[in-house]
């Protein structure tokens, strides 16, 4: 984000709610991404309510982990990366660092695959011309214009992800059937109900949330003169781990609201009406025709398209900020092209990529569908790190987390892993 666009938090307008708007929010609009609409909507019609659980269940980890990122930024003044880089060995560095890497330039390509096939399904043309031009917008936005005015601007897009709660008050619902599938979890060892947990668990608890997220506290350290890390400047720090708190308790609550009633929507519509594999956009969108008739293609394309250019640009940057950090370049969306060129060169060259991945003939649903399933696959061992970091007082000085943060965190590494494990041991078996 430019540097003139902010507003000390403190001094934010609008009173004391929305100066504690920020980073959280932001992150939690852009996890409900192409990738998570696609990968709730196969679950819901895949396996009707009885997944609903994992989203009530993700909640309060997604939270814990989020708010353990970002007070690794805050209170060190330095990202994922760069603390990596400081207190681990060069292998965990560049392990976890091209993990990241990989897992997002997939995802940008899914994204931008299917923000092409939702405009194509909406207005016609070609769907290659629109990969390209999403992919070259999202990087011309990066480097030439402001994120933080762009957000304000292509939120209301995101909106009409609002259809999917409406839908649920025009169709009929088996309430008893919705509230078993919420409160007793329906578990099986089947590869291909594993596969989707997985999915679920990955595109809503998603690496590049958590490098992005730390990354963008170290921005409003630098974009805000009084502000500095906590751990040089304790007396602040009341203030800010307070405005993370309810920052990411918004945030996340925002994403997991909205990823709820997605699954719940298509098991209520698609399910019921024997649609069990979700192959096109044009059958995702279908879910919305209850509520939206003729235009259910409309506020489909609009929700697609809308999170998919706050997302890609969340995917790319977030991972610029961890090279950046690895090699001790500048960075920061701040910086003028010629200044922060290696670090914009990363942002284009994972979008380029992307749209590159974005001409394979990979079915862009299932393209989606992967691409959570291997944001499920690599979040435990940055986790792990994560979770390491934020209860060493060489990083965290004294403001290591408390005892329920530390168990919420590691709780859901621990639930991450053994979901990852449990569904590699059914694909080999």
Not at 202 to 214: D, E, V
Not at 368 to 387: H, T
């Amino acid at each position: 984000m430019r540097s003139d666009d902010r507003v000390p938090r403190d001094k934010a307008p609008n009173g004391l709610f929305l100066g504690k708007l920020g980073p959280g929010v932001i992150t939690g609009a852009a996890d409900d991404d192409p990738s998570g609409i696609a990968t709730y909507s196969q679950g819901g019609a895949q396996f009707g309510y009885s997944l609903l659980w994992t989203l009530f269940f993700t909640y309060p980890l997604m939270v814990g982990i989020q708010v353990v990122s970002a007070r690794i930024g805050r209170v060190s003044g330095y990202g994922l990366a760069g603390n990596i880089r400081r207190h681990y060995p060069p292998w965990v560095l560049y392990g976890l660092v091209s993990l990241l890497l990989v897992a997002n330039t997939f995802n940008i390509g899914a994204d931008l695959r299917a923000m092409a096939d939702a405009t194509a399904l909406l207005i016609g043309g070609s769907r290659h011309a629109y990969i390209l031009g999403f992919g070259l917008f999202c990087v011309m936005l990066q480097i030439y214009f402001s994120y933080a005015r762009y957000v304000r601007v292509l939120k209301w897009l995101t909106l009409s992800l609002f259809a999917y709660v409406g839908v649920v008050f025009s169709v009929d619902l088996p309430w008893l059937d919705v509230i078993r599938g919420v409160f007793v979890p329906s578990l099986s060892t089947n590869a291909t109900y594993l596969t989707t947990v997985v999915a679920i668990f990955g595109t809503t608890i998603s690496p590049y949330l958590f490098f992005w997220q730390a990354s963008q506290e170290c921005e409003d350290i630098r974009a805000v003169k009084a502000d500095r890390p906590l751990r040089d400047h304790p007396d602040q720090a009341a203030r800010h781990l307070a405005r993370i708190k309810v920052d990411t308790y918004i945030g996340m609550g925002f994403s997991n609201l909205i990823a709820f009633f997605i699954m719940l929507t298509t098991a209520a519509t698609l399910h019921t009406h024997g649609v069990i594999d979700v192959q096109t956009s044009a059958q995702a969108a279908e879910a919305l025709r209850p509520i939206a008739g003729k235009f259910a293609f409309l506020l489909f394309s609009m929700g697609i398209v809308g999170t998919g250019l706050l997302a890609v640009p969340v995917l790319a940057g977030s991972a610029a900020f961890a090279v950046a950090e690895s090699f001790r370049w500048r960075q920061g969306l701040d910086l003028t092209p010629l200044r922060g060129a290696r670090f914009y060169g990363v942002i284009a060259a994972a979008t380029l990529v992307g749209v590159g991945l974005g001409f394979t003939p990979l079915d862009p649903i299932k393209a989606l569908f992967y691409a959570a399933v291997i944001n499920g696959v690599i979040s435990p061992p940055i986790m792990l790190v994560m979770m390491r970091m934020v209860s060493n007082p060489t990083i965290m000085g004294a403001f290591i987390v408390t005892r329920r943060l530390r168990v919420l965190g590691w709780v859901s590494t621990t639930v991450m892993a053994v979901a990852v494990a449990a569904m590699f041991v059914q694909m080999l078996s």
